[in-house]
């Protein structure tokens, strides 16, 4: 432990904020500022005695911590690792698939960046192997058959990560924050990906504010400003119904499997589905007549996390609908043009094990993502330019969804409606799509040639 008599203590400052006031006492130790905020007084006048009993007894403060060695006694100490090893373990029963994965990545990309010690420090690839697909899997950190390789590296990872008291320090938060906005090769990472690291890095911190490592979460008092995340879809990724049956006529020219993948990515857009709704679709899940408008009843998702983040061992994990309880369905129309692609598919390839009703050509358990993303990528490089392809028109599966709800708002829809249809409040859905909404711009440019005189 470092430690030092080299401490300095001022008075306690009061801050008038516009959610009322709060106290704050400074020191300095070994030439580090030091701050705590509280919200009374006489906490702040308590936690300050504390401090001015120690210093005036001759008693040694921690440099990591900042507090007399009898004070930080009263805090239990922990690594940043071992943190972060105990905050999968507590979230993992309790979140999806998914979100054990995210949390995972997250949680690599703050260690990396806790780490105190360069001497002996293992290659960055497998370093990050070991934290992503190991140290942050509850399941496979806890079983037999770790191999020696990540043994070793995640024990020289343990020895050498900073305490999380450190967190506390500005100087130790904020790089680790810095971190978080660039990607492994030093290009600016996207807006959303910090947004949601960032919030998994609160979450860790206020766990270790609950197992008293912190006095107090720090990210608040700090002056970062995080980078603007973008919430409104690229127009330029939205297609028309031209392009998209353009689209869909050349998935059905990919081989032996693109017949097999229309009527799924028909449901993205005509039906506006998540990917992962479209995938656990099943015989009871629809109620289609032969022509016309049929329905679809929803009632539950598939997405692919990968079989060592699922309870089953699966691909992909088995949940409700998003932002709806277990059990709960959701009707969706199914327009004529729909109808008939289904019913074509039916005709074609019958439906899967359980009565799925897409399923990939040799597995018969789930449709693959990796066929999903390949042969929609197959589609685009066949039917547009090699301008339009490297664009961000329909770049993915998932914008025939934008398409579709774009072209239902534009279409004169409620927003309610579609909303309702697509799964979303209203708020979300107009905040997402507000760009891709049609107003009327080119009768306003017919008013601005007008006003410069222009007939």
Known sequence: MNTTYDVRIWSIETYDGKKGSTYRVRWRVAGQP??????????????????????????????????????????????WYELACSFADMKWPHVAATTRRTHAEALTALTVLMLKNEKGRPDSKLLRHALGRWAFNATRRNAEGVPDEVAKVLGWVKRNTRDVASLSRPEVLRPVLDGLTVRLDGAPA?????????????????????????SANPLPQLKWKPPRTVTTIDRRSVANPIQVRTLLNGVR??????????????????AAMRPEEAVSLAKPNLNLPKKGWGEFTLDGANPHAGREWTDSGKNRDSRQLKQRARGETRTVPCPPELT????????LFGYGPDGRLFVGERNKEELPKGTINRVWRWARAAVFTPEVYASPLARTP????????????????PPT????????SVEVLLRIYAKCLDGGEAALRQRVERAFGHD
């Open 253 to 270: 020219e990919q081989g032996r499997i693109g017949p097999r993948m229309v009527g799924f990515y028909a449901c993205l857009y005509y």
């Open 398 to 413: 998932y914008d025939l969804r934008h398409a579709a709800v774009s072209t239902q708002l534009n279409g004169g829809v």
């Open 417 to 424: 409606q579609v909303a309702d249809w697509a799964g979303q």
């Open 34 to 79: 030091r701050k705590e905020v509280f919200k009374t007084k006489a906490l702040a006048e308590s936690f300050r005695s504390g401090l001015v009993t120690a210093s005036r007894k001759g008693e040694a403060f921690d440099v990591e911590s900042g507090l007399p060695i009898t004070m930080r006694r009263e805090t239990v100490t922990m690594s």
């Open 340 to 347: 008939a692609i289904i019913n074509t598919h039916i005709e």
């Open 190 to 214: 996207a807006p959303s990906v910090i947004s949601r690291r960032r919030k998994i890095f609160n979450t860790a911190i206020e766990y270790a504010v609950e197992r008293r490592l912190l």
